[in-house]
């Protein structure tokens, strides 16, 4: 499953840029990432900080001046670089959004590829408002186990049969403590038999 940006998530790059150039800045950080999901003001990633209890302005305010504007005189207005920590943040989405089985890169994975940086400026301010990567990606099980699931069967198995010779394929628990056993791991005790349970 190739994941690719969400509309919303492209929004936030080109506004992470504008954001940049407003603040004097010649490159783009993952504070200005912050600042463009900020701006953009929708998506699940904010819907998650709000729901974290944090302000938005407040926080934009917080992001501004922990970053200081430099002189709007030295921007160079054509190519503007990614740095080393925004550029994976961007590549760590791809990851995040495997993680969760989406097809989609969505702002909360975005959000959780920057927080899986502890060193980075947006890390430390969220950390002052109790948001880290662990309580982002529990408010993401949380609201995506509110949504019903209307569109699924019920009775539908866990496993479906691999079109590459008998294998199965696993659809992952976003949940699980061993992502990567599931993913090239078999439960075998679907198939054991039932009756077979009173051998000691």
Do not use: C
């Not at 690719?4 to 150039?21: M, N, Q």
């Amino acid at each position: 499953m190739e994941a690719r940006f969400s509309p919303r998530v492209k929004d936030v790059i080109t506004f992470s840029r504008e954001e940049a150039l407003r603040l004097g800045h010649d490159y783009i950080g993952t504070e200005h990432l912050l600042l463009g999901m900020i701006r953009e003001g929708e998506g699940m990633g904010i819907k998650i900080l709000k729901s974290l209890g944090v302000q938005m302005e407040d926080l934009r305010k917080e992001v501004e001046t922990s970053i200081r504007p430099h002189s709007k005189n030295t921007v160079n207005i054509g190519n503007i670089p990614l740095v080393k920590q925004a550029e994976k943040a961007l590549k760590v989405t791809y990851l995040e959004a495997k993680l969760f089985n989406s097809a989609i890169i969505g702002t909360e994975h975005l959000l959780l590829a920057i927080l899986k940086d502890e060193d980075s400026i947006v890390t430390r301010l969220l950390k002052r408002y109790q948001v880290t990567y662990s309580t982002v990606k529990d408010e993401i099980d949380f609201m995506s186990n509110e949504k019903p699931r209307a569109e699924a069967p019920r009775n539908e198995p866990e496993e479906e049969p691999d079109d590459m010779g008998g294998g199965f394929k696993k659809s992952l628990d976003p949940k699980s403590k061993t992502p990567v056993l599931d993913n090239f791991g078999r439960d075998l005790s679907n198939y054991w038999p039932k009756w077979v349970n009173w051998i000691p």
